[in-house]
């Protein structure tokens, strides 16, 4: 399995950026799929987790400024950053897991080995 995500640059605050991450080899049914991010000298940071059934969850800090989606035919997650903020630079990193995911567990935030599988991450930077 191999989580390719691309779309990452850099923008001014205020601007939009839309990461995608395709998953190669990944031929599993229920599963989930979960945008992290990291900014240097800080933890891994949950961002928007979907299932293949179209369950998502957000972590606060991004509520109402960014959306995920998935396109399931294309194994392909989406995350659309609005109104995006210099807090928001880091590196994303897209992650998997197929463990019969039907909802987002309300533990996903807050634990990252939960995901198989992840990307090698893409680049995010606002300017203040």
């Known amino acids: 399995v191999q989580l390719v995500e691309s779309g990452g640059g850099l923008v001014q605050s205020g601007g939009s950026l839309k990461l995608s991450c395709v998953a190669s080899?990944?031929?599993?049914?229920?599963?989930?799929t979960g945008w992290w991010r990291q900014a240097p000298g800080k933890e891994r940071e949950a961002v928007a987790a979907i299932t293949d059934k179209n369950d998502i969850d957000y972590s606060d800090s991004v509520k109402g400024r960014f959306i995920i989606s998935s396109d399931n035919n294309k194994r392909t997650t989406y995350l659309q950053m609005d109104s995006l903020k210099p807090e928001d630079s880091g590196v994303y990193y897209c992650?998997?897991?197929?463990?019969?995911?039907?909802?987002?567990?309300?533990?996903?935030?807050?634990?990252?080995?939960?995901?198989?599988?992840w990307g090698q991450g893409t680049q995010v930077t606002v300017s203040s």
């Open positions: 080899g990944f031929t599993h049914d229920a599963y989930m």
């Open positions: 992650a998997a897991d197929a463990d019969g995911w039907v909802r987002v567990p309300k533990s996903w935030s807050s634990n990252p080995s939960g995901f198989e599988y």
